[in-house]
């Protein structure tokens, strides 16, 4: 897996340019999902995918508690 950190997944969203139609959470939630569906392929490596889902849900905590705006300002390179 290649997205290891918290900054890379919001690097890699803002990177994505979707304007102003999908939202970080949105984004997050999503690819909570697919890393979720993700874990139940045999032939993939399992810990990095948990990892992943671990870095996202506490992204999905981070927005709830201090708001999109400020995430994205936080980890803005």
């Known amino acids: 897996m290649g997205i290891q950190s ?9 990177n994505l340019n979707m304007g102003k139609n999908v939202s970080l959470l949105s984004f997050v939630n999503n ?6 569906q993700k874990l139940e ?3 993939l ?5 948990r ?3 671990e870095i996202l849900e ?9 708001g999109e705006k400020a995430v994205l300002e936080k980890y803005k390179k």
């Open 6 to 14: 918290t900054l890379e997944y919001v690097d890699f969203f803002i």
């Open 31 to 36: 690819e909570k999902l697919v890393l979720k």
């Open 41 to 43: 392929y045999k032939n």
């Open 45 to 49: 490596e399992k810990e990095p995918i």
């Open 51 to 53: 990892k992943g889902i």
């Open 58 to 66: 506490e992204l999905v905590k981070e927005i709830n508690g201090i």
